[in-house]
């Protein structure tokens, strides 16, 4: 049943990129099961209203999420200067999409085979004061064996952290995929690197934390900057770009 979701994902993206202004790397999907207690974690890791797998749909089984790495003219186009290329801003617009419109297909594609399944839209409950979601895509993806965290606060992926994740709830039952036994960010694995917190243009990301509301207000530079593009494009990514967790699993230098 892996191959065939994963082949209705890779197909999805293929079809959507004909028509879309961008394409994507190859996703990297991983499944978690639905009462692993890690989920239970996020209230006290994340916030208290973080919702678990069952609030979706009441028999889950497994969480499925996918990254969708960005190509590396995305990643190139938004390394110089201290605002978004527009390039980053429309590959942030068109992912949304595209996984707001490919977990809607995945819905239906499971309920064919007899199976039930929910998806959580690509931001969920975003709460404005406290700048969090109920639902965390990363940590769910973190769960999934996608990837580990990094210092930037993004999920270090076989990919890099250049991309964005879905998330679909299934009662399918499938075998979890392991995580990572190691940390890939270099700050975390030894104490080296810390690129990303030099990269920060507004000094909001620091060794001890992210302030989210220094972050936020960049992003909402950058939306007003990009406000012909067709959605809002509250982003930023200096500090995920031209890092050595950019594009791949970072290297220990030697
Ligand atoms: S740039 Fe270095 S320290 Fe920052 S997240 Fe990537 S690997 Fe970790
Ligand atoms: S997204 Fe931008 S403002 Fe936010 S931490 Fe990264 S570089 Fe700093």
Not at 41 to 46: A, D, G, P, T
Not at 232 to 253: F, N, Q
Request: with cysteine; aromatic share 10%.
């Amino acid at each position: 049943m892996k191959a065939k979701v994963e082949g209705l994902i890779e197909d999805y993206i293929a079809d959507f990129s004909k028509t879309s202004a961008i394409s994507w790397g190859k996703p990297h999907t991983g499944y978690a099961r639905a009462d692993d207690p890690l989920f239970a974690r996020l209230k006290e890791i994340v916030r208290p209203s973080h919702e678990l797998p069952r609030d979706f749909l009441d028999e889950a089984r497994t969480v499925i999420t996918y990254f969708l790495p960005f190509l590396e003219e995305v990643v190139e186009s938004n390394k110089e200067g201290r605002y978004s290329s527009r390039l980053w801003g429309i590959a942030y617009i068109e992912t949304n999409r595209l996984i707001n419109e490919m977990n809607k297909y995945l819905k239906n594609e499971l309920i064919k085979m007899g199976y039930q399944a929910a998806y959580v839209p690509a931001t969920h409950n975003f709460d404005e004061e406290a700048l969090m979601s109920d639902w965390s895509h990363r940590s769910a993806a973190y769960i999934a064996g996608v990837g580990t965290f990094g210092l930037n606060h993004m999920l270090i992926t076989e990919s890099g952290c250049c991309g964005r994740i879905g998330s679909l709830i299934t009662d399918l039952e499938v075998e979890p995929t392991p995580r990572y036994g190691r940390e890939l960010c270099l700050y975390r694995a030894d104490g080296s690197c810390g690129q990303c917190v030099k990269r920060c243009v507004n000094d909001a990301l620091h060794f001890e934390g992210l302030d989210r509301h220094r972050c936020y207000k960049m992003l909402l530079e950058n939306g007003e900057r990009l406000s012909d593009l067709e959605s809002l494009a509250d982003v930023c990514g200096k500090c995920l770009v031209d890092v050595p967790c950019s594009t791949g699993i970072p290297r220990p230098e030697e």
